[in-house]
């Protein structure tokens, strides 16, 4: 069964900028999660989807942050623009269903901004 | 601020020698969940604790659920160099994950 696949693995952007990542979760999940993990620190849900749905996006920080999951498949996090403190490994992750079970976490994305 | 506290932040040990990290917080939780995280990589789940008191063995890792759901352990007996890794407990609450900060553990051969 293939996992949770991210892209891209690395980024690179300057402030202000825009950046954008993208997650395909594993087939047949109906939940995805973003996470945004900073160095040192757990990872930190930004939002949750049911399907297609948002379930919760309450430490979604949404003046520039932004995600969508069109036909409950695949997901995109949007950050624009980027402030210095969003520098963090963006874990995107997918569970059959919700309610605290197995979550399956796919390798991040490492956003640097300078 | 993360309300799991995860002691020690970082511990280093040679092959062979046993080790205990911690995982505190002053909430209780429906369930508690360790995650084992290799660089570059996404936290991989090792087990998910329920009842209080539960004490569970993955080879030579043990884990133990505190009385009152509000604490955990992870023992790792012997270690070996692939123990290597940042270990991270995740308290459930109303279904979603609260993870603490991790501990880092190095094993030396």
């Known amino acids: 069964e293939a996992g949770v696949a991210q892209s891209p693995r690395y980024k690179i952007i300057e402030k202000r900028q825009s950046v954008a990542f993208w997650c395909n979760p594993i087939s047949g999940h109906a939940t995805l999660y973003w996470y945004q993990q900073i160095l040192g620190q757990g990872p930190k849900l930004l939002i949750q989807?049911?399907?297609?749905?948002?379930?919760?996006d309450s430490q979604l920080p949404k003046d520039r942050f932004s995600a969508e999951r069109l036909k409950g498949v695949d997901s995109t996090l949007k950050i624009q623009p980027a402030k210095l403190e969003d520098s963090a490994v963006y874990l995107c992750?997918?569970?059959?269903?919700?309610?605290?079970?197995?979550?399956?976490f796919g390798p991040g994305t490492r956003l640097t901004v300078t | 601020t993360q309300l799991l506290e995860q002691s020690p932040q970082f511990l280093s040990i040679q092959e062979g020698e046993n080790l205990t990290v911690y995982c505190n917080s002053s909430?209780?939780?429906?369930?508690l969940q360790w995650y084992r995280q290799e660089p570059g990589e996404g936290p991989v789940l090792l087990v998910t604790?329920?009842?209080?008191?539960e004490v569970k063995k993955l080879k030579r890792l043990t884990f133990q659920f505190g009385d009152a759901r509000k604490d955990s352990s992870l023992h790792i007996t012997a270690a070996q160099p692939g123990d290597t890794g940042l270990y991270l407990c995740a308290g459930v609450s109303w279904g979603k994950l609260q993870f603490g900060a991790g501990t880092q553990v190095v094993v030396t051969p």
């Open positions: 989807f049911q399907n297609n749905g948002v379930v919760d």
């Open positions: 992750a997918s569970s059959p269903t919700g309610g605290g079970n197995e979550q399956y």
């Open positions: 604790v329920v009842t209080g008191g």
């Open positions: 909430s209780v939780f429906s369930s």
